[in-house]
């Protein structure tokens, strides 16, 4: 189940690259830079662009972090460009393919904590469908729908990818 | 897993029915029919808030229906209240509460198809991780991203509801 939930992310991961195509096209068509895209949020109040995706990145690396105890790697946060957001997406693209169905053995009875937890553990298992999966595609949408709020013609086929179909 | 994972996906249904209440509460306060609300989108070219929570129902009741094989209720897409919304979100937690362990049993050799796939096939396990999950998630995130840019103060804890923590 790890295997095919981080494989998904993924793809999902691989997906924001399609979409960044989008956006320059978009934004070149416009004559607008299309870095300014990065700082549009959908409410005053909500996370700008790059910070969705630098939190989708980061629900993933450290996801599979946390549930099978394995270090990941030092992201600052400090993107300003769709070059460096390519950037971080595929270090962590590069980071998840690192694991094997070995590094998830024995998550299923690990315990995860987090600072502001207050020294309270979720099991993997919950912390995983719980926190991770729904944290991670909510953030996921919510850079799609950015994107589409502002013009970029992102469809639901570019947020999917190609699905593992095949005759009977 | 199918069970862990259609267990959140009630527990996120079911939040669903806090946004409604601060969504009435919002619309109260600014003295408008929050009915009106069920007709926005993020974009021209976007499905309505009306379809989008219509289509998270139905990725979930739709995804149990077809890796298990159980027949799932029908439900005619005609909701024009926030009333009639909670109704069909409820129904579908009731739908849910029926599965049980058993009813995956066969799941892993199961194969699923959809008419728009020319007559091609997934495995119920790929049309999981690859079509239900990613696509209930995108749908409730717009959901609650509609409501937040229309100024309902839904909030992170209000998506992801209570966490499974204890003490160590």
Redesign the interface.
């Known amino acids: 189940?790890y295997q095919?939930?981080f494989?998904?992310m993924k793809?999902?991961l691989g997906q924001i690259d399609k979409w960044i195509d989008l956006t320059e096209a978009h934004a070149k068509a416009k004559s607008f830079d299309a870095n300014i895209l990065l700082g549009m949020r959908?409410?005053p109040d909500?996370f700008a662009l790059v910070r969705q995706v630098q939190i989708v990145c980061d629900t993933a690396k450290l996801g599979a972090s946390r549930v099978t105890g394995k270090e990941a790697p030092a992201h600052p946060d400090t993107e300003t460009t769709w070059e460096e957001v390519r950037a971080r997406v595929r270090s962590v693209i590069t980071y998840l393919d690192g694991f094997s169905a070995k590094d998830f053995e024995g998550t299923a009875t690990r315990?995860v904590?987090q600072p502001r937890?207050e020294?309270?553990?979720?099991?993997a298992?919950?912390f995983f469908?719980?926190?991770v999966?729904?944290?991670f595609?909510?953030h996921?949408?919510?850079v799609?729908?950015i994107l589409?709020?502002n013009?970029v013609s992102v469809g639901k086929r570019d947020?999917?990818?190609t699905?593992?179909?095949?005759?009977?």
Chains 1, 2 share one sequence.
């Not at 699905?163 to 009977?168: E, G, H, K, N, V």
């Open positions: 189940m095919e939930f494989g998904q793809k999902q959908l409410a909500q315990t904590t937890w020294g309270k553990v979720m099991s298992n919950d469908v719980e926190h999966v729904p944290n595609y909510f996921l949408a919510h799609y729908a589409r709020h013009g947020y999917l990818g699905l593992s179909q095949r005759a009977p």
